[in-house]
T-cell receptor
Framework: GAGVSQSPRYKVAKRGQDVALRCDPISGHVSLFWYQQALGQGPEFLTYFQNEAQLDKSGLPSDRFFAERPEGSVSTLKIQRTQQEDSAVYLC??????????????FGPGTRLLVL | SQQGEEDPQALSIQEGENATMNCSYKTSINNLQWYRQNSGRGLVHLILIRSNEREKHSGRLRVTLDTSKKSSSLLITASRAADTASYFCATDGAGKSTFGDGTTLTVKP
């Protein structure tokens, strides 16, 4: 069975460009998380979906960040007017149950974003 | 800011030796999880220990949790070169996981 996949794996953007990062969770997984990981640091929570509902977006750093999961499966993280400080690895994780932090999260390989 | 803090930041050992990493956290938790991350890859879940548990084993891994000291340790026994990676603890609170900045383990063959 396929794990969590993310695309693209690498993205180079010019400052000011918009980017869209895609996450395909494991089929049937209810919960989906986005994290941002800066170089040399641990992942930081961005947002959480339970099916199509975005239940927590408290970690999104600014209103330039937007995430959606319209059909409760694939999710897209969009960053508008990218800035250099947005350069990081963006990780997606999914879990088969709601309240997913109580159980294992399955992580994708991440998208490495570099903003020049 | 991160809730969990791993110690040491970096650890270098010889193959066959044991490796111990520690994690401290600040607020009450429901559970604590350890993850491994190989360079340029996603995180792999290793073990979950709940707040009412004190010790858990999985293969060569042993995790302890001391809620009175708000700390956890991860012991890897008989290390292998393939154990070279970064190790993160993550605490569960308010419905989200909070990660530390990790311990980078290097196992020399």
């Amino acid at each position: 069975g396929a794990g969590v996949s993310q695309s693209p794996r690498y993205k180079v953007a010019k400052r000011g460009q918009d980017v869209a990062l895609r996450c395909d969770p494991i089929s049937g997984h209810v919960s989906l998380f986005w994290y941002q990981q800066a170089l040399g640091q641990g992942p930081e929570f961005l947002t959480y979906f339970q099916n199509e509902a975005q239940l927590d977006k408290s970690g999104l750093p600014s209103d330039r960040f937007f995430a959606e999961r319209p059909e409760g499966s694939v999710s897209t993280l969009k960053i508008q007017r990218t800035q250099q400080e947005d350069s990081a690895v963006y990780l997606c994780a999914s879990s088969p149950i709601a309240g997913a932090t109580k159980e294992t999260q399955y992580f994708g390989p991440g998208t490495r974003l570099l903003v020049l | 800011s991160q809730q969990g803090e791993e110690d040491p930041q970096a650890l270098s050992i010889q193959e066959g030796e044991n490796a111990t990493m520690n994690c401290s956290y600040k607020t009450s938790i429901n559970n604590l999880q350890w993850y491994r991350q190989n360079s340029g890859r996603g995180l792999v879940h290793l073990i979950l220990i709940r707040s009412n548990e004190r010790e858990k084993h999985s293969g060569r891994l042993r995790v302890t949790l001391d809620t009175s000291k708000k700390s956890s340790s991860l012991l890897i026994t008989a290390s292998r070169a393939a154990d070279t990676a970064s190790y993160f603890c993550a605490t569960d609170g308010a419905g989200k996981s909070t990660f530390g900045d990790g311990t980078t383990l290097t196992v020399k063959p």
